[in-house]
């Protein structure tokens, strides 16, 4: 899981390492733009790739999500939503939901 500007860290070092997991969670932060993805098609198959977002974080207004969620539409792999009530924070009980 990674945090506000956590998450382009963690996806670097993702990227760069390709560890093993099942579950990647972008807690109110995305993937980097500059980094090309493409070759890693094959090993995103079985991941699961969450972007959870609070409806009033002050960081990602809605306009940003839009661009979010259009960047996601060119990914060679899919990133579930997970959009919730609350601010730019990380909430125990969505968690434990997730």
Not at 26 to 42: F, Q, R
Not at 81 to 97: M, W
Request: net charge neutral.
């Amino acid at each position: 899981m990674g945090f506000s500007q956590g998450c382009a860290t963690q996806v670097r070092w993702i990227h760069q390492n390709q560890p093993n997991f099942d579950r990647l969670i972008l807690w109110a932060g995305v993937i980097p733009e500059d980094l090309k993805y493409t070759h890693l098609k094959d090993y995103f198959t079985n991941k699961e790739v969450l972007f959870v977002y609070g409806d009033q974080d002050q960081f990602l207004t809605e306009e940003r999500v839009v661009a979010y969620q259009a960047m996601f539409t060119k990914l060679p792999f899919s990133i579930a939503q997970k959009k919730f009530s609350g601010k730019h924070e990380v909430l125990r009980d969505i968690l434990e939901k997730i």
